[in-house]
């Protein structure tokens, strides 16, 4: 059994694992952001100096800094550090800026 789902990368509650409610409590917050995606830019090739926390992008090809060398994956601000999950077959994504909804 692997540590964490094949689809989202949502952590299992692994059976001698201290301090259970971490782990759920990370992966509810996973699929807060990840269920009904709402990107902020896909365009970006730097990440924001001030995320808030929840900020959610995609990430394009030749990026710089923290997202160099993960083009194509969801970058979100979570806790103070930049967590990434790759984008599933089917899955839609709406832009906050009032964009269209589209397919990654």
Partial sequence: MTDATAR???PYIMPAHAQKHLTH???LRYLDVLI???VI???RTLPPETPDDLDTYIIPTGTMGDWSGRDGQIAIWM???W???PPCAGMHRMGRRGSSADNL
Avoid: P
């Fill in 8 to 10: 989202f990368y949502l």
């Fill in 25 to 27: 409590n990370e992966a």
């Fill in 36 to 38: 009904h995606l709402n």
């Fill in 41 to 43: 830019d896909a365009q």
């Fill in 79 to 81: 806790d103070g550090i």
């Fill in 83 to 85: 967590q990434y999950a």
